[in-house]
């Protein structure tokens, strides 16, 4: 079956809840006059926790065709844990997905791949999906090392998941030197890592899994550049950052078969 790509807006800690307003209902007009196709891809925004009901409301109220998600979650259900937002919050508020383990919170926050894989499994139990993320540093690909650390990462994020959970979940493979730096990896860099992940998932798995999960890139994509990187086999979307904060801009990288 062919996998659908999905294009993700991580807005990361920006908007406050007006702009939040503002961008998703700009977005959906920004999709409308492109013709934007829900069939043919999905497209999604991941604004700050404090964005997400107003991201609801809008799309709920327009019947906007974009599914929203949060940047992060608690491994815990509830209770003395200051700060942290739990999986039965993120679905009372219509969420679709999570991501987790971008290189941002592993930087700040020291996640590790164990930690990372628990949050993948409380998304999954709690019948949302997970944009699990990986990439390495620079100095790793300056050592040729890159396949093989990003590898381990797929190795111990994915050790507690079923391959039917696997095969509904989203792995985003994020070179670090190439976020937020205007560097991207060119396509045939993001097939080299997307396509060994999804070998090592048919190891780990089997086929069936390998075929179904959907593997994106994320670094520096533009309307520019997606084009070129989509066409890549075992590119199935991308995670943007910077880009999805303009909605012309996020519009056109959702609609990449179009312009
Ligand atoms: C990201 O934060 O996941 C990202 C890929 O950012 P940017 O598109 O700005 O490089």
Request: negative net charge.
């Amino acid at each position: 079956m062919a996998r659908k790509p999905i294009l993700a807006g991580n807005w990361k800690m920006n908007m406050d809840h007006l702009e939040a307003n503002h961008l998703v209902t700009s977005l959906g007009a920004a999709l409308a006059d492109l013709g934007y196709d829900p069939e043919k891809s999905e497209a999604v925004v991941i604004p700050p926790f404090t964005d997400i009901r107003t991201v609801q409301t809008v799309i709920d109220a327009d019947s906007l065709p974009i599914a929203y998600g949060a940047q992060d979650v608690s491994t815990h259900d509830e209770g003395a844990y200051t700060g942290d937002i739990s999986t039965g919050m993120l679905t009372k508020l219509g969420c679709a997905y999570v991501v987790v383990g971008h290189s941002e919170r592993r930087e700040y926050h020291g996640e590790s791949n164990e930690l990372i894989g628990e949050k993948a499994k409380k998304i999954l139990d709690a019948g949302m999906l997970p944009i699990i993320c990986c990439g390495e540093a620079l100095e790793v690909r300056k050592e040729g090392k890159h396949v093989e650390f990003v590898l381990g990462q797929i190795d111990a994020m994915l050790a507690n998941l079923t391959a039917e959970e696997v095969a509904k979940s989203v792995i985003a493979y994020e070179p670090i030197w190439a976020i937020g730096t205007g560097e991207t990896a060119t396509a045939d860099d993001a097939q080299e890592v997307c396509g060994a992940i999804r070998v090592r998932v048919g190891e780990l798995f089997d086929e069936e899994t390998a075929e179904a999960v959907r593997i994106q890139y994320g670094g520096s994509v533009k309307s520019g550049n997606v084009k070129e990187i989509m066409g890549k086999p075992d590119v199935d979307g991308a995670l943007v950052g910077g880009a999805s904060l303009k909605a012309d801009e996020f519009a056109k990288i959702v609609c990449f078969d179009l312009i």
